[in-house]
């Protein structure tokens, strides 16, 4: 499912136009990029959650030439599969 398909999915369910359906969804995405831009975990009972990965530092090789390279610290985006979404993919 892409983003298009969950703003239909949203206008159906809803009985909502479909500006007002791509609404909720911009706010719901930009509140969730906010927070993990804020570095503040973002859980969804049941179905998820996100939260930044800090990496510290280390030296990488290039896989090419072989060279030592240095990797500066890093932060990731994370997700982790909630348990019911767990059991329900997995019936």
């Given at each position: 499912?892409?983003?298009?398909?969950?703003?239909?999915?949203?206008?159906?369910?809803?009985?909502?136009?479909?500006?007002?359906?791509?609404?909720?969804?911009?706010?719901?995405?930009?509140?969730?990029?906010?927070?993990?831009?804020?570095?503040?975990?973002?859980?969804?009972?049941?179905?998820?959650?996100?939260?930044?990965?800090?990496?510290?530092?280390y030296i990488g090789?290039?896989?090419?030439?072989?060279?030592?390279?240095?990797?500066?610290?890093?932060?990731?985006?994370?997700?982790?599969?909630?348990?019911?979404?767990?059991?329900?993919?997995?019936?």
């Amino acid at each position: 499912m892409n983003k298009l398909e969950l703003i239909s999915a949203l206008k159906t369910e809803a009985d909502i136009s479909k500006a007002e359906a791509a609404k909720i969804v911009e706010i719901f995405f930009n509140s969730m990029t906010d927070a993990l831009a804020d570095e503040d975990r973002v859980e969804i009972r049941g179905l998820c959650s996100f939260y930044v990965k800090q990496y510290k530092s280390y030296i990488g090789r290039n896989p090419k030439t072989g060279e030592k390279v240095p990797i500066k610290p890093k932060q990731l985006p994370f997700f982790k599969s909630g348990k019911e979404l767990k059991e329900r993919v997995n019936h």
